[in-house]
């Protein structure tokens, strides 16, 4: 998730505590979400701190097939919900593959150059420990 | 707030998703050994460092019959509890109040109180010998003469006098410069070298802005070192593999006219790193699980605010 920290991990911690009880949130100094986690299932982890850019610009330094699109959020209104259903759905996919491929791409590149998983990682600078730990 | 249902829907159908997704992988990866990283970082784990904080604080109290001192320890099961410490000879109505501390390192932090202006001085710097005989005896012999203390002494610091760090609070350079010279030893010397040379520090020391008579109380703190182990960054083995586990999760949000931000789209994506091109994408939009918006109004908010223009959702 790209800025879970900042944004979305507030909107989720409910719904995955009624579904699954007891999870794992791992917090920074500010009470910023770091990463979510649901024992032997998923981890729910902010991308915006592993590559600290804007999904715009990453999905453009990636070079990824499906770029992240634009999408006016200030005519949003409940009573619209319904005329902007096409536009949305369409908006929100591309910005979820964006966000897998550059995943996938930084993954790649990094594993190919410095032999680290990224999702070994939490954040930039964890990423450039581990990359120091393993190359230097 | 009522369960936001596209959100639970979304939720519980990406753990669905997540575990067919594993399960595919597994099965597909099976002979491929997982990534060893975290093997080795449990070996940095093993060789931490060990490191004893014992802390130890109360107060002396001071009985004039015997001309004893008490160490009352804030912890009475400490073995320093009621350890009484005689003065005999010195002038003990100039002393008041101690702070006894042992910690990771030996340190005497010395405070003491002035008659001139009754306040406590947090920096010392030990007065002129001709002066400050007495302070100096006493200090000294709290802190070294005393056979428990020398017995911690030789446990924790003689075996290796390089741990030794002694240091004062004092308020001007020249009063460092004595202490550095009386207190940071780095090199090895026996124990009769290191008090000699303790001494001479002390009595080397000027600028001194009270005298012993002026003092009525002063305090200390004591600090010893236990030799920790060294903790070295190992080098990580490399992984073997990435984890070929990677999704996207998103999450579109309404403002309502009270602030109150409400998610009304959902989405994820699963993909596999060996496999791209071929992804699990699932979106959940509120309508879909709702009659009609006025349920959404009333599931949100309860009906009670109008719509308002949503701000771009950070990130």
């Known amino acids: 998730m790209h800025n879970l920290g900042g944004f979305d991990a507030i909107f989720i911690l409910k719904t995955l505590a009624s579904l699954h009880g007891k999870f794992n949130i791992l917090m920074d100094g500010t009470k910023d979400t770091i990463s979510l986690s649901i024992k032997n299932h998923c981890v729910i982890k902010d991308s915006y701190r592993i590559l600290n850019g804007s999904l715009a610009t990453l999905s453009k330094i990636f070079n990824v097939p499906v770029q992240k699109s634009q999408f006016d959020h200030s005519k949003v209104t409940l009573n619209n919900l319904a005329d902007i259903r096409s536009e949305l759905i369409e908006y929100l996919n591309k910005d979820l593959i964006s966000l897998v491929d550059v995943m996938i791409a930084a993954t790649l590149n990094i594993f190919k150059i410095y032999q680290v998983d990224v999702s070994e990682t939490y954040s930039a600078s964890s990423l450039a420990m581990k990359i120091f730990r393993t190359n230097f | ?315």
């Open chain 2, 1 to 315: 707030m009522k369960e936001n249902p596209a959100l639970l829907q979304a939720i519980n159908t990406l753990n669905q998703s997540v575990s067919q997704l594993k399960e595919s992988v597994q099965s597909i990866n099976a002979s491929v050994p997982p990534s060893s990283n975290k093997d080795v970082d449990k070996d940095v784990d093993k060789v931490d460092d060990v490191i004893n904080h014992q802390s130890q604080q109360g107060h002396f109290d001071y009985n004039e019959d015997t001309s004893t001192l008490t160490w009352i320890d804030n912890n009475p099961n400490n073995p320093f509890h009621n350890l009484n410490i005689p003065v005999n000879d010195y002038n003990t109505n100039q002393l008041g109040e101690y702070t006894l501390i042992m910690d990771s390192f030996i340190t005497a932090d010395i405070k003491y109180r002035s008659k001139r202006d009754g306040i406590w001085v947090t920096s010392l710097g030990f007065p002129h010998p001709v002066n400050t005989t007495r302070l100096t005896h006493v200090a000294w012999f709290v802190l070294f003469k005393y056979p428990l203390f020398i017995e911690i002494y030789h446990k924790y610091v003689s075996k290796n006098f390089n741990n030794v760090v002694t240091t004062y609070a004092v308020e001007n350079n020249s009063q460092w410069s004595q202490l550095n010279y009386a207190l940071n030893r780095t090199i090895k010397i026996t124990y009769e070298q290191w008090i000699n040379h303790w001494i001479e520090g002390i009595r080397r020391l000027a600028d001194m802005p009270y005298t012993v008579e002026e003092l009525t109380a002063f305090e200390f703190k004591l600090y010893f070192t236990v030799e920790s182990k060294r903790r070295f960054i190992k080098p990580l083995q490399p992984s073997q593999n990435p984890n070929p586990l990677i999704g996207s999760l998103d999450i579109e949000t309404v403002t309502l006219s009270n602030g109150e931000l409400i998610p009304y789209a959902i989405g994820f994506c699963l993909s596999n790193l060996e496999h791209p091109e071929s992804k699990i994408r699932k979106t959940y939009y509120i309508l879909d699980y709702l009659e009609d918006t006025q349920d959404f109004k009333i599931a949100s908010t309860g009906g009670a605010h109008p719509p308002v223009a949503c701000p771009p959702p950070a990130g």
